[in-house]
T-cell receptor
Framework: DQQVKQNSPSLSVQEGRISILNCDYT??????FLWYKKYPAEGPTFLIS?????DKNEDGRFTVFLNKSAKHLSLHIVPSQPGDSAVYFC??????????FGTGTRLTVIP | NAGVTQTPKFQVLKTGQSMTLQCAQD?????MYWYRQDPGMGLRLIYY???????DKGEVPNGYNVSRLNKREFSLRLESAAPSQTSVYFC????????????FGPGTRLTVL
């Protein structure tokens, strides 16, 4: 049973516009949520995280929003740049630092 | 500072063959992890080691064994490979604390014929 879901396999955005990537989860026991970015033939790299007791966390061009009542989080990238083109994974973290990943969303930023 | 390294990068096995995937980290992290990624699916945890000398099962441990050789190294062994184990395998490491980013290696692409 998939505890973290990313229902959009792909997203295309014009350079300079906002990219919004969405994620839904079912496990109420997640303590943190993390976003990872993955380029082809590389391992995922950490992007940004949010505690389950917060509703927003911002780091430069990246902002993550958490809506606990809806069990939904989103990653906003403003402005989007061609170098942001990658696969983005959402993950929920339980104790012992165990991560449960979504299936990923492929973002393409069009110059 | 190489981070997390994995060997080999690619491997082709025949059904029933065995092999060991190697992973090493130079960040002095206590925790290490093995994941697999299949097409259309996210990364799924196979085994993890919270500290040297301990290992625990993750979400999909069947068909695998692990060894935490020392603080730096964590290996994953397939005793009798099956086509269902065709996947990309990622090793990761982290410190033991909440909201702790895991650092991933570049992956091993394994094909079992």
């Amino acid at each position: 049973d998939q505890q973290v879901k990313q229902n959009s396999p792909s997203l295309s955005v014009q350079e300079g516009r906002i990219s919004i990537l969405n994620c839904d989860y079912t496990n109420s026991m997640f303590d943190y949520f993390l976003w990872y970015k993955k380029y082809p033939a590389e391992g995922p790299t950490f992007l940004i995280s949010i505690s389950s007791i917060k509703d927003k966390n911002e780091d430069g061009r990246f902002t993550v929003f958490l809506n606990k009542s809806a069990k939904h989080l989103s990653l906003h990238i403003v402005p989007s740049q061609p170098g942001d083109s990658a696969v983005y994974f959402c993950a929920g973290e339980t104790g012992a630092n165990n991560l449960f990943f979504g299936t990923g969303t492929r973002l393409t930023v069009i110059p | 500072n190489a981070g997390v390294t994995q060997t080999p990068k690619f491997q082709v096995l025949k059904t029933g063959q065995s092999m060991t995937l190697q992973c090493a980290q130079d960040m002095n992290h206590n925790s290490m992890y093995w994941y697999r990624q299949d097409p259309g699916m996210g990364l799924r945890l196979i085994y993890y080691s919270a500290s040297e000398g301990t290992t625990d099962k993750g979400e999909v441990p069947n068909g695998y064994n692990v060894s935490r050789l020392n603080k730096r190294e964590f290996s994953l062994r397939l005793e009798s490979a099956a086509p269902s184990q065709t996947s990309v395998y990622f090793c990761a490491s982290s410190e033991i604390r909440a909201n702790n980013e895991q650092f991933f290696g570049p992956g091993t692409r394994l094909t079992v014929l």
